[in-house]
């Protein structure tokens, strides 16, 4: 069957068909000669030749050799789009010459690379049956089964800033990767040999699989040169947000009453605003007023975070998911913000009769911690404000002595804590 210059060629065994097809762009001509062999330029067919149900082999004739020279397209745009390249010409080698005394290892070699271009396919599909999405044909998938025989499926689509973990323990529900995600120094987890990853807990080897693939898929999270841009990733914007609602709520259990006196004032003067409220109210005020994130209705969830958030910025989906979706709180934060490298010195946990070791995600304004110098010293210091980071999301800051700055601190680091004798 040929369709222009496109030709679907299928193999044969002892006279028997196989069922190995391959699509072959046929080129004749001296335009296609170059020194070192011939090259055909790729053109708006990169995505075609590179993702389709059939590789593409490209075969030239030259009219001086009466000659038929062939090589893998598909073959060479694969291998320059894990390099992070965009090929613009096919390369073919004068060594590739396909003739009578060639046709049977040109045959062994096409019908090799068919059989594992096949499998990927084949592997790919079944994965997102397993996990209940469909793959693009240029998406990463990797898969890893851990030691209780769960399955993992790392999933990066080409030109999206962040990364997909699916985990059959958790029910396939997506948790978003970024590079944010990832921590060289450590962060605090809360088992020995396990590790915390966006919100979900790895073990050491699971965690090391996932920062292999997502380094591996580095190249892939810049948009390809040509390709549409990507649209806005609504599942992933809706999971970051509800995410940083929920730890907000943790992390400043107060916010939500001073969000939603801020909005009785907007609403004072802004009538749109007030019927929307209305309408989300209806029903589930009281709901998400009184029960905890992980047990409120979905309508409960909106209504709380219309109380929490005035408004997300999206940017482009290249971005990292931290950079790419921006929230605006209703109520700001009180300070300006260090990281973590500005840090002098390191919270205390020595206890004593008097202290009581508690994580950052549980320091309170007027809490009396106790801080080390550089030489060990220690020191008491008052807490003057806490609050759910903006500039690090998913991490506490803390002020501390009424310093015009808060310090970054992962939730789960440990204070040593002055024991209060007035009720919280």
């Known amino acids: 069957m040929t369709q222009g210059e496109n030709q679907h060629v299928t193999f044969t065994q002892a006279g028997e068909v196989t069922g190995d097809m391959v699509k072959i762009q046929v080129k004749g001509g001296r335009s296609w000669r170059r020194a070192e062999g011939y090259a055909v330029p790729v053109g708006d067919h990169g995505g075609v030749w590179a993702d389709g149900n059939l590789p593409v082999l490209c075969v030239v004739h030259d009219p001086d050799t009466d000659g038929l ?41 096409v019908r090799s690379y068919l059989s594992r271009y096949r499998g990927n396919r084949i592997i790919q599909a079944q994965l997102g049956d397993m996990a209940g999405v469909e793959f693009g044909p240029s998406d ?17 689509r080409r030109g999206e800033g962040f990364a997909t973990l699916l985990h059959s323990d958790l029910d396939w529900h997506p948790e978003y990767i ?71 709520l943790r992390i400043e259990p107060d916010a939500l009453t001073r969000s939603i006196e801020k909005l009785r004032t907007q609403m004072a003067t802004d009538h749109e605003l007030a019927i929307l409220a209305k309408e989300l109210e209806a029903g589930t005020c009281a709901e998400a007023l009184s029960k905890p ?81 550089r030489q060990g010293n220690e020191r008491g210091r008052t807490v003057s404000a806490v609050w759910d980071s903006e500039d690090t999301p998913g991490t506490v800051c803390v002020r501390f002595d009424q310093l015009t700055l808060g310090d970054t601190f992962w939730p789960e680091e440990w204070f040593a804590r002055k024991v209060s004798t007035k009720p919280r």
């Open 69 to 109: 020279y062939w090589a893998n397209v598909t073959k060479q745009l694969l291998f320059a789009r894990r390099h992070g390249e965009v090929l613009k010409t096919i390369t073919i080698s004068q060594d590739q010459k396909l003739d009578d005394e060639s046709l049977a290892d040109f045959v062994a070699e």
């Open 140 to 156: 990463i998938v990797q898969h890893h089964v851990n030691v209780y025989g769960e399955d993992l499926i790392f999933w990066q």
């Open 178 to 248: 970024g590079p944010e995600n990832f921590h060289p120094q450590g962060r605090p987890g809360l088992l020995p040999g396990m590790s915390v990853v966006a919100d979900t807990i790895l073990s050491t080897a699971e965690a090391q699989w996932l920062a292999a693939c997502f380094d591996a898929a580095q190249w892939a999270r810049e948009p390809a040169v040509g390709d549409p841009p990507l649209n806005t990733n609504i599942d992933a914007r809706d999971h970051y947000v509800a995410r940083r609602v929920e730890h907000h």
């Open 293 to 373: 994130w992980r047990e409120m209705s979905d309508e409960a969830r909106r209504l709380v975070t219309f109380y929490l958030v005035e408004e997300v910025h999206a940017g482009a989906p290249a971005l990292p998911i931290d950079e790419q979706f921006r929230i605006v709180w209703r109520c700001p934060r009180p300070a300006a913000e260090y990281g973590f490298d500005a840090r002098v010195g390191r919270p205390s946990t020595r206890r004593s009769s008097n202290r009581e070791v508690v994580p950052a995600s549980q320091l309170r304004a007027g809490d009396r911690i106790y801080w080390l110098s």
